[in-house]
T-cell receptor
Framework: DAGVIQSPRHEVTEMGQEVTLRCKPI?????LFWYRQTMMRGLELLIYFNNNVPIDDSGMPEDRFSAKMPNASFSTLKIQPSEPRDSAVYFC????????????FGSGTRLTVV | TQLLEQSPQFLSIQEGENLTVYCNSS?????LQWYRQEPGEGPVLLVTVVTGGEVKKLKRLTFQFGDARKDSSLHITAAQPGDTGLYLC???????????FGKGTLLTVNP
């Protein structure tokens, strides 16, 4: 099993540009999570999908953030327009069931907005 | 709001020493997880505990869930440099997808 695959690993962009982060969950996992990690705030849940349907997007900071899951093997997190305060490491994670017993995380995308 | 407090925040020890890190809350959790995160990587799930008082061992790592299911500890025996990393705990409400994460203990094991 290749695990949860995220791309790109690093992204540097200028303020105001659109950024798209990509995630391929583990085959057979029906829950997908997007998290953001910073030193100050730790891991924050942004959005949760179950069976490709967004269930909880209450953690999405503002309308500049959007996420999609068009099928069971692919999800995107888009920031438009990006701002310097969006700089963080973004993780995708997947699990069987609803994830209440732990997730498998990807390696993350380190986003820097200058 | 459920919170998980981890202590200590930072720990630096010499190879061969033993250590214990803690994860505490005022809330009851149906399950509790421990992860290790290495620099530049995502957290890797080490263990899930679900029963109050449960003890699980993973080689030199011993995990214990408190009797009241509000706290947990991770004990490492004879630490090695390969144990270096950020140790995160998270708590779940059983079928509840939303895990609460602590901010972690950053462990450095010096050769």
């Amino acid at each position: 099993d290749a695990g949860v695959i995220q791309s790109p690993r690093h992204e540097v962009t200028e303020m105001g540009q659109e950024v798209t982060l990509r995630c391929k969950p583990i085959s057979g996992h029906n829950s997908l999570f997007w998290y953001r990690q910073t030193m100050m705030r730790g891991l924050e849940l942004l959005i949760y999908f179950n069976n490709n349907v967004p269930i909880d997007d209450s953690g999405m900071p503002e309308d500049r953030f959007s996420a999609k899951m068009p099928n069971a093997s692919f999800s995107t997190l888009k920031i438009q327009p990006s701002e310097p305060r969006d700089s963080a490491v973004y993780f995708c994670a997947s699990s069987r069931g609803q994830g209440g017993y732990g997730y498998t995380f990807g390696s993350g995308t380190r986003l820097t907005v200058v | 709001t459920q919170l998980l407090e981890q202590s200590p925040q930072f720990l630096s020890i010499q190879e061969g020493e033993n250590l214990t890190v803690y994860c505490n809350s005022s809330s009851v959790f149906s399950s509790l997880q421990w992860y290790r995160q290495e620099p530049g990587e995502g957290p890797v799930l080490l263990v899930t505990v679900v029963t109050g008082g449960e003890v699980k061992k993973l080689k030199r790592l011993t995990f214990q869930f408190g009797d009241a299911r509000k706290d947990s500890s991770l004990h490492i025996t004879a630490a090695q440099p390969g144990d270096t990393g950020l140790y995160l705990c998270s708590g779940g409400g059983g079928s509840n997808y939303k895990l609460t994460f602590g901010k972690g203990t950053l462990l450095t094991v010096n050769p």
